[in-house]
């Protein structure tokens, strides 16, 4: 007999919210809120194209160096895709990601230095990633990721007019996060 049709893949979307570190915005990173919103193909199989929409706003980070406090925070969007889903259990599966992220990291002085001022670096970046995925029950996930960088630039900060180094941002930057993951 003919083979029967597979069934069409139907589109899903999930809501994320959690918490996460980026090593490269500050000496000592920052914890961050991150909210994302996925759009993913219902396929049987590891194929199942996905892609996520996110936001990463960290909290304030504050290195205290001689001549005052360098305050550090990013805010940046994330576009990536997640094509891949591999069962490792019956709720838990491994998803294989590549990602941009663009933004702004925010610099500013404080504390004892003086002619304080504030100053951005681009923050664009080019990633690869690992998430786990356990599914909880009914809609709701937890999720587990860890996320390396590469970044376009890599600016210094500094105290002026001594040049007194603050912060030499990274060429690379890791990501570990955790999030609380809705699907409908």
């Known amino acids: 007999p003919p083979r029967a049709a597979a069934p069409p893949s139907k589109l899903r979307w999930s809501l994320a919210l959690g918490g996460a570190f980026e090593t490269a915005v500050a000496p000592t990173p920052p914890i961050g809120v991150t909210a994302g919103i996925d759009a993913f ?7 199942t194209p996905n892609l996520r929409a996110s936001l990463l706003v960290t909290t304030t980070a504050t290195e205290h160096v001689t001549g005052g ?4 925070r990013l805010i940046a969007g994330h576009l990536g895709t997640c094509p891949w ?15 941009v992220e663009a933004g ?4 500013e002085g404080g504390g004892a230095a003086q002619n304080l001022r504030s100053t951005t670096m681009p923050w664009l970046a080019a990633a690869l990633a690992a998430r786990a995925l ?7 996930a937890l999720e587990a990721g860890v996320e390396g960088k590469l970044l376009a630039r890599h600016d ?3 105290f002026r007019p001594e040049s007194l180094l ?3 941002v990274l060429l690379v930057s890791l ?6 993951v809705f699907s409908f």
């Open 166 to 168: 603050v912060y030499k």
């Open 156 to 158: 210094t900060f500094v």
């Open 69 to 72: 406090d360098g305050k550090f």
């Open 134 to 140: 356990l599914r909880l029950g009914g809609p709701m």
């Open 175 to 180: 990501n570990v996060g955790l999030a609380l």
């Open 41 to 47: 193909s219902e396929r049987s199989g590891w194929w």
């Open 85 to 99: 889903r591999i069962p490792l259990g019956e709720s838990l599966r491994l998803l294989p990601c590549a990602a």
């Open 104 to 107: 702004s990291l925010r610099a």
